[in-house]
C-alpha cells in the first residue's frame, strides 16, 4: 500500500519545539519532492516547505528560520523539526508527496491524514 | 509570488445541476495548475493537474479548462458526495507553492 503516516503533533507552549514526522511506506522518499502543507482551524491550505530529490530544501516565508525539513532515506521519514513556535503554528500539519507526472508537470498527488499541532499557553 | 484567487467563495447548488467554479492567477501560469477537492475532516485529494488532465480514479464529470489567468473547474451533474471546499494552486513559479482560498460547495 502506498501512504504516508505523520505523526508528532501536539501541544507546545508559545517558543516551545516540536518534531514531526511522516513515515512513507510503498515508495521511497529519496526518489521523490515531499512537502509539508498545513491547514489553520477554519482556514485554507498553506504550503510549509519542501524538500527536492537531491536533499536541497525550501520554505514559506511564514517558517523559514525557524522549520527544518529533513529525510532519513533509510527509516524512509521525513521530518519538520519547528522551534520558536508561536499561536499562528497552531494547524494540522500534512505530509504530501508531489509527483512528476512529466517533466516539469507536479501536482500533490498523495496526502497523510494529518496531525495537529497546537500552541497554546 | 503568484496569488490565485478563486470565486465564489461558496456556491450553493442542487443534485444534478451543474458547478463551475473559478480559479484566477495574479500573471500567467501556462496550464501549470491543478485542482484539489477537501471533505469536512479529510485531507485534500488531487483531482486535476496540468489544468485539465483528471487524476487516477478522478470521474469524468469533474472537468478542468483554461490557461494563462483564468481557469474554471466543472462539475458536471453534482452528486450530495461532491459537497467539499475545492482548491486550486499553481505549479509555474515555485516555491513558493500557493492555492487558493478555495470555494466551498453546497449541495
Known amino acids: 500500500d502506498v501512504q504516508l503516516e505523520e505523526s508528532g503533533g501536539g501541544l507546545v507552549q508559545p517558543g516551545g519545539s516540536l518534531r514531526l514526522s511522516c513515515a512513507a511506506s510503498g515508495f521511497s522518499v529519496n526518489n521523490e519532492y515531499m512537502n509539508w502543507v498545513r491547514q489553520a482551524p477554519g482556514k485554507g491550505l498553506e504550503w510549509v516547505s519542501l524538500i527536492y530529490r537531491g536533499g536541497s530544501t525550501s520554505y514559506a516565508d511564514s517558517v523559514k528560520g525557524r522549520f527544518t525539513i529533513s529525510r532519513d532515506n533509510y527509516k524512509n521519514t521525513v521530518y519538520l523539526q519547528m522551534n520558536s513556535l508561536r499561536a499562528e503554528d497552531t494547524a494540522v500539519y500534512y505530509c504530501?508527496?508531489?509527483?512528476?507526472?512529466?517533466?516539469?508537470?507536479?501536482?500533490?498527488?498523495?496526502w497523510g491524514q494529518g496531525t495537529v499541532v497546537t500552541v497554546s499557553s | 509570488e503568484i496569488v490565485l484567487t478563486q470565486s465564489p467563495v461558496t456556491l450553493s447548488l442542487s443534485p444534478g445541476e451543474r458547478a463551475t467554479l473559478s480559479c484566477r492567477a495574479s500573471?500567467?501560469?501556462?496550464?501549470?495548475l491543478a485542482w484539489y477537492q477537501q471533505k469536512p475532516g479529510q485531507a485534500p485529494r488531487l483531482l486535476i493537474y496540468l489544468a485539465s488532465t483528471r487524476a487516477t480514479g478522478i470521474p469524468t464529470r469533474f472537468s478542468g479548462s483554461g490557461s494563462g489567468t483564468d481557469f474554471t473547474l466543472t462539475i458536471s451533474s453534482l452528486e450530495t458526495d461532491d459537497s467539499a471546499v475545492y482548491y486550486c494552486q499553481q505549479r509555474s513559479n515555485w516555491p513558493p507553492l500557493t492555492f487558493g482560498g478555495g470555494t466551498k460547495v453546497e449541495i
Open positions: 504530501v508527496r508531489d509527483r512528476e507526472f512529466d517533466e516539469y508537470i507536479f501536482a500533490f498527488d498523495l
Open positions: 500573471q500567467s501560469i501556462d496550464t501549470y
